[in-house]
């Protein structure tokens, strides 16, 4: 058996070297694994998100009645508006008082669409999407939960045409809508955009 022994001597600058290497090697693997993320199509769907704005049917009465025009939903701007005051807090009915079939039915609030407070029974939504599947709304609804939103917030909701309408809300104010659909372009959804329901 030998007694040969081996020694490797590396100087200074072959160490800085070897450490330079090994960080351009790791930034290297890191900036190619960001660039196939930017380059991998979203996960969503492959079906364009129809962002329109559809009139809502009125909801079914026992007596007959002249039929009323159902108020159709509106985009409205996310632009401050002057502060007022906010409408009076709604008074829930228990669901066992049923208002007699002869009475005449309540007067409906007209909505004028420069007023930023919320309405009893509505309020301000922002419409994320509008889909024709319901696999595609819950997939748009996961990742609006994954960009930090709770899901009791998100809603998905079936229009008479067929269209799944996954909304977030509801927003005391136009303001606080309006930073909400800015958080929501810069994380790439499609449009979103503030409906009054």
Known sequence: MSDRYYEVIIT????????????????TAFGLGVAVRLLEPPAVDSVPLVATALPTAPPPTSPPQAPTPAPAETP??????????????PVLVPPSVVPSPTAAPPPTARVEPTLPAVEPGG?????????SRPDLADGVKQRVVAHGFRPEQVRVTVTPAGL??????????????????ARLQEAGFDKPFVVRE
């Open 123 to 131: 309020g301000l939504w922002v419409q994320v999407a509008a889909v």
């Open 164 to 181: 799944f309408k996954v909304r977030l809300g509801t927003f005391p104010d136009l303001e606080s809508a309006g930073r909400v659909v």
């Open 76 to 89: 409205v701007m996310a632009t401050p508006l002057p502060v007022e005051q906010p409408a009076p807090t």
């Open 12 to 27: 200074g600058r072959q160490m800085a070297a070897l450490v330079a290497g090994v960080v351009i090697l790791v930034f």
